[in-house]
């Protein structure tokens, strides 16, 4: 089965509950940093689809949608993001990603044929699947989240894999991502459409959708399915992940019903062709590399140095960023208030 889009595909068989930002006040929530910066990159655009940009024609759409989007869950819901940066990825997701740099590829050149012809939304319908996220832009989102004191985390492997051991030591409440994969790698809870935007762009249709917080939670899902972890895995690499090509004819209901029949791939008929790397692909998601090397503390917002990158390097309006500031201060005293009245509840 070839699968569209990226995450694996579990739509209809995941048990999710819509919830409101404002549930989450006071949590911790691990973000899959590379994940929402390339959506950043997709939806925060001119309207002809061209990225925002510096003075020297670096693109500023992730900093943008870091610096004043993110900082929304802090301000206005008082939630605590921790992003997790991707590190290596492992050898058996080479395929995929060669594929996603093939469409983005495909995307450029429709985009520049469609200006070209002056037809503007198609040329933004384009853009958003063009969106590259190189070393400089993670960089610069990293120092960005150091000036605003907000922690991250650079993981060894899958940004997902150490959003999940996060959370399952309890470090988070939750995993933040639209993908889930988190699932596959084990996190309880997973939160999904977390950083605002409000809606997403769906290249094929031209068109968007609305988008409202989901919260998953491990355990209850797969109780309901009477399935465990492990057969939740089997069925992924049986409908395809982003290290192993599914087997064709094989749909995620279709797979369920196998392993809950069969219950393992190893006790499938021989008539279906099961990848025969599934064993390396398990692997990847019981096993994955780990760092327990990682902060979840805030820490003091840098002034002077958010003004000089934002401002002098990276060309942001003076007004906005000082307005961001005295809302980050005032978040934070609120924090502080709200420590010092939980440390006295506990002496008393």
Aim: hydrophobic residues 40%.
């Amino acid at each position: 089965m070839e699968r569209k889009g990226l995450g694996v595909p579990l739509t209809p068989i995941v048990k999710r509950r819509i919830i409101s930002l404002s549930d989450l006040a006071g949590k911790i929530i691990a973000i899959d940093a590379n994940a929402e910066l390339h959506q950043f990159l997709a939806l925060i655009r001119l309207p002809d689809g061209s990225l925002l940009t510096d003075s020297d024609g670096n693109p500023t759409s992730h900093l943008l949608g870091l610096a004043f989007r993110t900082t929304r869950l802090i301000l206005d819901y008082g939630i605590k993001p921790i992003f997790v940066f991707d590190g290596t990825p492992p050898a058996l997701k080479e395929e995929t990603l060669a594929r996603r740099r093939t469409l983005r590829e495909r995307a450029a050149k429709e985009m520049k044929k469609a200006l070209a012809e002056g037809d503007v939304a198609k040329a933004f319908s384009k853009a958003v699947v063009t969106g590259r996220l190189t070393k400089g832009m993670i960089e610069d989102s990293k120092r960005l989240l150091k000036l605003l004191g907000i922690p991250y985390v650079q993981a060894l492997g899958e940004a997902e894999a150490q959003a999940a051991y996060m959370t399952i030591r309890g470090d988070v409440w939750a995993t933040g991502s639209k993908d889930y994969d988190s699932l596959l790698f084990g996190t309880p809870r997973l939160v999904r459409y977390i950083t605002l935007t409000g809606r997403e762009f769906l290249p094929s249709l031209g068109k968007f959708r609305l988008l409202k917080p989901e919260l998953i939670e491990l355990k209850a899902m797969l109780e309901e399915l009477g399935i465990s972890h492990e057969q939740l895995i089997d069925i992924a690499i049986l409908i395809g992940t982003d290290f192993n090509r599914g087997v064709k004819g094989i749909g995620i209901k279709g797979a369920l019903k196998l392993i809950k029949a069969y219950g393992s791939l190893e006790n499938l008929p021989k008539e279906i062709s099961v990848p025969k790397n599934y064993h390396e692909v398990r692997n990847i998601f019981l096993n994955p590399p780990i760092t327990e090397s990682y902060e979840t503390n805030f820490s003091s917002m840098d002034e002077v140095g958010l003004l000089s990158f934002l401002c002098e390097e990276k060309n942001f309006r003076s007004d906005r960023v000082k307005e961001l500031i005295r809302r980050m201060e005032a978040a934070a005293k609120r924090w502080k208030k709200c420590l010092d009245l939980d440390k006295w509840m506990r002496k008393a």
